[in-house]
């Protein structure tokens, strides 16, 4: 198994107005790597998912995600930015967005990762060091460091 | 103080993980033992049963149903979405704390009062906003799940046949064994008495005794819908409890007794637990747990119990009555045993109730040696099974134990239903013994030429009783046979193994009025 992210899975910069064009350019970011075949196939999962209930999370971060026939392998692709786009949380717009591609007929073995990222993002000590970090070959070392993925 | 939660998400791959983090963490922070089942797409390893039973509190930080909801039966619950347990988690763990401490006080509220002399600390241990709790465990074989099913009915059963028995036995004691006939009509040594309908005139016309004979049989007529209800309690949870009741009450007014209680019981708990399994649209999800469900479950199986089962026991009953009838120029001593097996068969149910009409219909045609192997043989389950406990208490729960306890009084009495714990905890070991017992009493008595001018009573109409030692000879014989066939069987299974947690030892015996000690 590869790596859970990459450096080219990693935008410091996310430039983008909402949710939709957020998650989209991180899906970009996921199909250009070969971990998604059909990327608006991808986004209609994940628009799917995040529909039944906004996925923005307290504390700044948005988790779009969705288990899809269209991905490969278990994989993140990170966004960072500083006007923030809405996710829906109560406290404001998400700074730092996770997006979290799982493939649908995975089994458990492959979602462990997954699990790992997801108790990761609750410590803020991990948030904090995502906020700081300044170059994206850094930022995929520290989450695949943390997440113990390799 | 010790937690457990489950939590789960539509995707399971994100929330599920966050969520057990956050509570893990904030649990933690609070300086409590925590552990989290996810149930997520990596799979759920289920937390260990004992770890559930040590649990003070629940959380279900959850946005899809909880699988396997039921093992967290009876504990203080709080019920949250999946997102509040990733934000919220510290608010939360101190929200189950509260729930914890706030059962834990109505505990040792309840403990206080001597009424719940004969509860369960296993059951007091796990009160709950409902204030109820199973001893059914998850990962059992069906065999042993259902042996926790009927038990947990037996455990809430308990304390009517105490309260209720001995009511009526002190009513005997006091008032002499003619109250019970005095109250319900009926004919006793010569006498026949008009049954009082209006229970507020029990007082004058018969005194306190009769009194305590009306409330005693007022809790007795609650033991078998009590049985049933529970039992469906526990295979359930809440929404079999109206259905299992109602089940256990049509089983009395159809007459089939305990067993059909039983049977019902345990219908009612998997219809509920069909329809539980039934996906409904949101409109309609609101009403379900109020008004369809009680609704759809009590009709399904108030129907069956009536049809389905009642009828075929009432025509049952009446072919028996005739054969019996039919026997009455027979070997006295063969009718004695087979009147002894029938009163110990069902315990108050349909054939028990066949043999006791026969002994009445004798009685009041001048045959008094068919009355004394009919009580005779009565008196014997209860007896037997107190004996057994009392010598080998290995062979039994800590439930059963506290059952014998007041079992010796009720079948002193001639109250049967003493043994009802015994039999609806394990039928097939039970009620065979106790069949054997009854009917070597039914047919000494019979062999003895004992008599009874007295419909019931038990010890306490002795005076009535014809041959009065070699009378009991034939009880005590009886006694013997039935406790070392039930204790032989029971060994054959090997000790028992306490299902309940470690706080039953500490519970207090079936006497009325002993306090739970705190």
Sequence with gaps: MSTLTTPELIDLNLDAGDRAAATRLLAQRLAAAGRVSDLDGFLADVAAREAQMPTGLEGGIGIPHARSSHVSEPSLAFGRTDAGVDF?????????????????????????????????????????????????????????REVGGA | MKLVAVTSCPTGIAHTYMAAEAIEQAAKAAGHDIAVETQGAAGATPIPPEVIAAADAVIFAADVEVRGRERFAGKPTIQTSVKRGINGAAELISEAAEAAAAAAANHSELESGAILAAADRADLAGTSASGLSTKVESGASVGARLRQWLMTGVSYMIPFVAAGGILIALSFLFGGASVATKVNGGTFNGHTYAAITDPTKILSQVGFAGVMFYIGSTAFKMLVPILAGFIAFAMADRPGLVPGIVAGLLAVAVGCGFLGGLLGGLLAGAVTLAILRVKVPRALAGVMPVVIIPLVTTFVVGVVMIVVIGKPIASAQSSLTDWLNGLSGTNSVVLGILLGAMMAFDMGGPVNKVAYTFGLASLASGNTKIMAAVMAAGMVPPLACAFASAVRPRLF??????????????????????????????????????????????????????????????????????????????????????????IALKSLRGDVVETEPQAQAASAAVVPGNVVPA
């Design chain 2, 397 to 486: 729960t800590s439930t059963e134990r506290k059952a014998g306890e007041a079992a010796w009084l009720l079948g002193l009495s001639f109250i049967t239903e003493g043994a009802i714990p015994f039999a609806a905890a394990d039928p097939l070991r039970v009620i065979p013994s106790m069949m054997a017992g009854s009917a070597v009493t039914g047919g000494l008595s019979m062999a003895f030429g004992a008599t009874s001018r007295a419909p019931h009573g038990g010890i306490w109409v002795v005076g009535l009783i014809g041959n009065p030692g070699l009378y009991v000879l034939a009880i005590l014989a009886g006694m013997l046979i039935g406790a070392t066939a039930l």
């Design chain 1, 88 to 144: 829906g949380a109560e406290d404001g717009p998400a700074h730092l967005i996770f997006l979290i591609a799982a493939p649908s007929g995975g089994g458990a073995d492959h979602m462990t990762i997954l699990a790992a990222l997801a108790r990761r993002l609750v410590h803020a000590s991990f948030r904090e060091a995502l906020t700081e970090v300044t170059d994206a070959a850094a930022a995929a070392d520290m989450i695949t």
